[in-house]
């Protein structure tokens, strides 16, 4: 993981938040950012009943004043990007809003991680919005941490960022999980994506194992 220049996320954009007590990332959106604080909508309908009983929630409900440490993490062409923060206040508005000062520099990881293969499976992705419609595509390339995907253009707004659900199946056995995209790319009446998945990935050995097992098929009929 890299330090980089200071590149923040842009208002509107989509980014997840990593709190004490949860398992699991919490997306959202900044409504204002500049190098000293973010401004996010508050995920409250997000937090489990674990969260609500930890610091975070006890700094919510006012019975805490020390400041609760959040990651922020969202994707950029250069890699994921990840920013520590404090959660110092919540601003009521519109929506309630809650006020992240930076504490750490933007890191990007631009590692690859997990092993990859080209192969075709059958994926179906919405988006996290019910009102929108979702899209039948193929895999092109499968790891257990992310997918890169082909679908005809038009079928779903994809943009950078955006949270989506994936059901596909494995060796018979339906798998779902919800990511967010990382990459758009669009040519010739198909919309290629790359999705990384949430933490954790619900069948991540099912997929570890798939990946094991064509590779070495792939190997053993002399393919990279």
Request: include cysteine; glycine fraction near 8%.
């Amino acid at each position: 993981m890299s330090q980089q220049p200071a590149v923040l996320p842009a208002v509107s954009q989509i980014v997840r938040l990593r709190v004490p007590g949860s398992e699991d990332d919490l997306p959202t959106r900044v409504e204002q950012a500049d190098p000293a604080e973010l401004l996010v909508a508050a995920p409250v309908g997000q937090l489990d009943a674990t969260v609500v009983a930890g610091e975070l929630g006890s700094f919510l409900r006012g019975d805490r004043e020390e400041a609760v440490p959040v990651e922020v993490v969202w994707g950029s062409t250069r890699g994921e990007c990840r920013m520590r923060t404090l959660l110092v206040g919540v601003e009521r508005r519109t929506v309630a809003l809650w006020r992240l000062e930076v504490t750490g520099p933007v890191e990007v990881d631009q590692r690859r991680r997990h092993v990859r293969v080209n192969t075709k499976l059958r994926v179906q992705i919405s988006q996290v919005d019910p009102s929108e419609s979702g899209a039948d595509g193929v895999t092109l390339d499968v790891s257990e941490a992310a997918f890169r995907c082909s679908f005809p253009s038009g079928r779903i707004d994809l943009e950078v960022d955006s949270p989506l659900a994936l059901s596909f199946d494995l060796d018979g056995s339906q798998c779902e999980a919800t990511g967010w995209v990382h990459t758009v790319r669009r040519n010739q009446g198909r919309t290629d994506v790359v999705v990384l998945f949430d933490q954790p990935v619900p069948c991540a050995q099912d997929l570890r194992k798939f990946v094991l097992q064509t590779q070495i098929q792939q190997r053993q009929k002399g393919r990279p």
